[in-house]
Every structure is written in structure tokens, then in C-alpha cells.
């Protein structure tokens, strides 16, 4: 039986694929920055906590917070940015204020040097970077950073304001690519962790194991993909 050029590449994308997991897995520092990043995130955002101060958003309870009908002022910063040490006091006290009004206006922050994937989903190239969300549309701040700006910002009282292509947009569809992604990279590291502490297992042998079952996995579905994709026979 012939095999098509395509199988060589489905074959070659599920091996880098293999590679992959098993590198993550045995990546200590990521592992670790990721646990404290889960143990953060399992504390979702609801409606009883405080009205006070800024809330902290992660990977595991973004999607789930932002979906709460409200409009979402969000801060990627970095622990290392002096720009963003300067207006922590200042981005505090807006979100007292918005806190603390009627307006349906919630203000958050995101480390963005734990929180890797969701600064890869909204493209960040700097800190600190604000963005406005709002139902599916999102606003990014451009203007010199200070209270009253901010504040029009997320009241959305300045004049042009203009939502990001939605195409590119975190919550379009190369943002929500990237999602999926993100989602896959957290199930791994939930597993990782699974398997080396319930377990019992070691980093090595939690990498050896799930490189093992990756691999068999891959396998079978480029067997499956392959018959699929393979030419028929013709018949005279």
C-alpha cells in the first residue's frame, strides 16, 4: 500500500508533538511556576468576594470569570517591571473606586511571566499592557498611563475608541486557537502532577510515562489517519 505525502507529515507533526510533552514534563522551574499559578487559579472569582482591590485572574479562571455579564479591566504586568511597580498604588485605587460604584466594571490583573498563554492569546509585547472586555469585544489602552485616562478608559467615555479586528482578537479565531492550546498545556501539567505526587512517581519516570502513552496514542491515530487518507486501488 502507497503512502501519501500527507501521512509523512502527520507522522512527523505527531513525533514534535511526543517531543514536546515529554520536554514539558520534565522542565522543573515551568512545572513549579505552574503549581502556584494552579493554586491561585482553583479560587474562582464570584460574586460574594470583596469589592475591594484588584482580583487576580490565571489561566484556569479567566474564561470563567470574564463570562459573568460584566465589563473586565485587565492588567498584564510583570513582578520585575518598574512601570508597573510605579502604578500598582495608582491601578489599586481605580479599582476601589470602580469597586466600590454601581458601574458593572471589574478590574483585574495578570502576571504575565507565569501566565504565559494567555499573554501569548492577547499578543502582550510589553509591560504593563490594559485591555477593556467586553462581551466579545476587547480594547486595548494606548494612552499615557494615569488615573483619570484609565478611568475614561474602562467608562469608555473616550472619543474613538475602537474594539481590536476580531480576527486577531483574544477572543477570535487564532485567540481561541491559542486557547485550546492553553487548555491541552494545563490538562498536562494537571496530569504531571497527578502522576508524580499520587502516584508516587518521579519526574523521570512521570516524563517516561506520559511520553509513553503519547507516543502509543499518536501512533494509533496516524495508523488510523493513514488508512484513511491512503489511495484506493483502482479497479479496471
Known amino acids: 500500500m502507497k503512502l501519501s505525502k500527507r501521512f509523512y507529515i502527520i507522522s512527523l507533526v505527531f513525533m514534535v508533538q511526543n517531543i514536546f510533552v515529554a520536554l514539558a514534563a520534565v522542565k522543573s522551574p515551568y512545572i513549579a511556576k505552574s503549581r502556584s499559578s494552579a493554586a491561585a487559579g482553583k479560587e474562582l472569582y464570584s460574586s460574594q468576594e470583596s469589592k475591594q482591590g484588584v482580583i487576580t ?15 473586565w479591566l485587565v492588567e498584564f504586568y510583570s513582578p520585575w517591571c518598574g512601570h508597573c511597580k510605579r502604578f500598582a498604588a495608582t491601578y489599586e485605587a481605580i479599582a476601589n473606586d470602580l469597586h466600590s460604584s454601581d458601574t458593572p466594571i ?16 492577547f499578543s ?22 494615569s488615573k483619570e485616562n484609565m478611568m475614561n478608559f474602562a467608562l469608555m467615555n473616550i472619543e474613538g475608541m475602537e474594539p481590536m479586528n476580531f480576527l486577531v482578537s483574544p477572543f477570535g479565531p487564532f485567540g481561541m486557537t491559542r486557547g ?3 487548555n491541552t498545556g494545563t490538562w498536562i501539567i494537571d496530569v504531571f502532577e497527578l502522576l508524580e505526587e499520587k502516584g508516587g512517581l518521579g519526574k523521570t519516570w512521570t516524563a517516561v510515562v506520559m511520553g509513553s502513552v503519547a507516543t502509543v496514542v499518536g501512533t494509533v491515530l496516524i495508523i488510523c489517519i493513514g488508512i484513511c487518507l491512503a489511495p484506493k ?3 479496471d
Open 124 to 145: 502582550i509585547k510589553g509591560y504593563p499592557t490594559f485591555f477593556l472586555i467586553k462581551g466579545w469585544d476587547v480594547y486595548e489602552f494606548s494612552l499615557p498611563r
Open 106 to 121: 471589574k478590574v483585574a490583573k495578570i502576571d504575565g511571566t507565569i501566565e504565559r498563554a494567555l499573554s501569548s492569546r
Open 180 to 182: 485550546i492550546i492553553m
Open 57 to 71: 485572574l490565571t489561566a484556569r479562571n479567566f474564561d470563567s470569570s470574564i463570562r459573568d455579564g460584566n465589563t
Open 233 to 235: 486501488a483502482k479497479v
